[in-house]
């Protein structure tokens, strides 16, 4: 825990392309930390679209970011795009070696990896790129959140609502994330067992990989570039 | 459910003020439904910010909305200055008419409340304003999702992730709202038990009265004076 008259820069990043909830469930959260500075960050200062449609606008551009204390990295299909674009991923390497925390979101595991910030890591990400994570020196962790740590992973999508939770506890204390948890009324009650490849009717997962199979494709081929540049040891099979 | 070959509009509205996630939850889902038009639409084309901050943008203003066949009403604090808009209430009131399906999150609830829509309905909202919904002639239901025939009401703010599935499944069938949660990972894990006044510790949920009781105090006296004019008899006490 951080002590709280320390004030703390936090910072989202925010790219064409993500998938929304990654960034909009943890605000949610990360807005109500006390004593904050919580902005997001873009490319450029103009609205992205989410992979949806959804348009968001950054507070700032990353070149306009302090130094953040807790970084933010969230996920989607859009996340492929970046994986060689060295201004993000500088960024991102730069921010999270001054940053104390650092949590990813879904895919944004994967931005992390592309910074070569996986290396030893005990991580997770969205069931569909889950075995990727060896690529980037992680040990992958098939847990909904992996705290490493003070880095703090999420699952897919939704899953960065709990990792947020678990971060505003590790930064403020448990009271902090309880009341936090409170206002938002979090007391989820899916309507159906079907959020990940375990409980899922078998039919559905079937076709959710096959949705997902070309991004994945393409997502396994960078990630064996990037381990090759990074000389990491390719995962059997 | 809706046959499939039927074309659906879908439409979110946006405010001033909105508690984000009410919005950006139910947009997860939404988004993702089959042979769908969604939209967001809002009193201008312009964008608003959040009740932290957070910039969304509408697609269109109120007046270039189609009729809708599902709308979705999000809530936050920002409602209490729509209560007696009638160029946001009346184009409530216009859509809901039209709409096969109307969904509300939140204080969103309170909105069609105000549109004098809730008369003898079975709703939900959140906690803090859970006991204003017999002012509006609703029957207030204490559970997190509450569905009224074609109506959907979603408790507070993350409750609208659950509603929204629920949503999916009337409008589209299981099998569809199945796939969206498999797709988003949804099989929460909330790290502390602390999202309902229930099981909240008793200090938070004392702070957190303590933190609404002034937005509370004044939804309470807009919803006595649509009592009022609606001519429903106050609850007692």
Redesign the interface.
């Known amino acids: 825990m951080i002590p709280p008259e320390t004030h703390l820069q936090i910072g989202s990043l925010l790219f064409e392309g993500l ?3 990654d960034l ?2 943890p ?2 959260v990360l ?2 930390i006390p004593n904050a500075t ?1 902005r ?1 960050y873009a490319p450029t200062a103009e ?1 992205v679209r989410d992979i ?6 950054p ?1 700032a551009a990353l070149a306009d970011a302090p130094q953040l204390d807790v970084l933010h990295v969230p996920g989607g299909f859009g996340q492929e795009a970046l994986m060689r674009d060295e201004a993000v991923l500088g960024w991102i390497r730069r921010q999270a070696e001054g940053a104390g925390h650092v949590f990813s979101v ?1 895919t944004g595991a994967l931005l992390l990896g592309g910074a070569a910030l996986l290396r030893g890591r005990r991580a997770t990400t ?2 569909s790129a889950f075995a990727l994570l060896p690529y980037f020196g992680a040990q992958p962790v098939d847990r ?2 992996v705290v490493d740590g003070t880095w703090v992973f999420a ?5 960065g ?2 990792g947020a ?2 971060l505003a ?1 590790e930064l403020r204390g ?2 902090v ?3 936090i ?17 375990r ?3 078998a ?3 079937e ?2 990989r096959s ?1 997902v199979a070309e991004i994945t494709a393409r997502r396994e081929a960078t990630a064996r570039g990037i381990a090759a540049d990074l000389g990491i040891a390719l995962p059997a099979g």
Chains 1, 2 share one sequence.
């Open positions: 998938d929304q909830i909009t469930g605000f949610e807005s109500r919580y997001i609205s949806s449609g959804l348009r968001l606008t507070d879904c969205h069931w909904r959140v699952a897919g999508v939704t899953a609502i709990d939770l678990r506890a448990i009271e994330a309880q009341a948890q409170l206002g938002m009324e979090y007391a989820p009650e899916p309507p159906f067992d079907s959020g990940t490849p409980t899922a009717p039919a559905i997962l076709r959710a949705a």
